[in-house]
Nanobody, 124 residues
Framework: QVQLVESGGGLVQAGDSLRLSCAAS????????MGWFRQAPGKEREFVAT????????AYLDYVKGRFTISRDSAKNTVYMQMNSLEPEDTAVYYC?????????????????WGQGTQVTVSS
């Protein structure tokens, strides 16, 4: 049973930083990719960033480029997302997701496993 557990969310002010973590258990990921999505109230779940487990492929939502950085620690089976210069528009529940084979997916349907989400709230 694969489990993804996010942590690191919270309430911050505009311009602050947060680092989200996603710890995977139940299997060792050596292929495929991990992704971060977010969902604001009343909106659809939105792709934010993805990274292949090899590290060779990384992609971001244009709006977060230059502010967010995805990284992974393969030894810990953990993926991170460093979020800098946060804006109120970044307020959402953030989810991590794992794709066992596909790399580069930007749709929720491209991913096989999901975490429970962590709330990020950015005040102005």
């Amino acid at each position: 049973q694969v489990q993804l557990v996010e942590s690191g969310g919270g309430l911050v002010q505009a311009g602050d930083s947060l680092r989200l973590s996603c710890a995977a258990s139940g299997r060792t990921f050596s292929s495929g990719a991990m992704g971060w999505f977010r969902q604001a109230p009343g909106k659809e779940r939105e792709f934010v960033a993805t990274m292949s487990w090899s590290g060779a492929y990384i992609a971001y939502l244009d709006y977060v480029k230059g502010r967010f950085t995805i990284s992974r620690d393969s030894a810990k089976n953990t993926v991170y997302m460093q979020m800098n210069s946060l804006e109120p528009e970044d307020t959402a529940v953030y989810y991590c997701a794992a794709a066992t084979l596909r790399v580069g997916g930007v749709s929720p349907s491209d991913y096989d496993y999901w975490g429970q989400g962590t709330q990020v709230t950015v005040s102005s």
